[in-house]
């Protein structure tokens, strides 16, 4: 089991009719999944692994108001997650990580109807980072 907390800047945009509209968000991302680690042999430091889980996407509006359409509010959209990796085991409880993980979530609107698309997006999240097993 793996829990993760992820932030990131973006930008959605938006066409509606012949107007263009940009939100540029802050984004938390709070997911839970299921690891299946893929260990080749005993002793071996490199560990690869998959993970398949869901949790929650957090669109928080910044206040850059220059080309940005204003109003938004802050959203919370539902997520599936999806990615692999491996570690690289630097003693029996820390780990250096190379990961990938897909996102997959319905668009957000930010309390405006004129934006519901009711459409699916997926988001690609490369990362680098250090694991520690409990």
Do not use: W
């Not at 668009?107 to 004129?114: C, E, I, M, Q, S």
């Amino acid at each position: 089991m793996e829990a993760a907390y992820g932030y990131d800047k973006n930008t959605q945009k938006y066409l509606v009719g012949t107007q263009a509209f940009r939100i540029q968000t802050n984004i938390h991302q709070a997911t839970g999944a299921f690891v299946l680690n893929m260990t080749p042999r005993m002793h071996d430091k490199l560990n690869p692994y998959l993970l398949l889980g869901g949790g929650a996407l957090i669109f928080v509006p910044t206040n850059l108001q220059a080309n940005f359409i204003s109003g938004a509010v802050h959203q919370t959209k539902g997520v599936f997650v999806y990615g692999g990796g491996v570690n690289y085991e630097l003693s029996r409880k820390l780990a250096f990580r190379l990961e990938y993980r897909g996102l997959i979530y319905g668009t957000p609107a930010f309390g405006f109807g004129a934006l519901v698309t009711n459409a699916v997006t997926h988001t690609a999240v490369p990362s680098i980072g250090i694991s520690y097993k409990f």
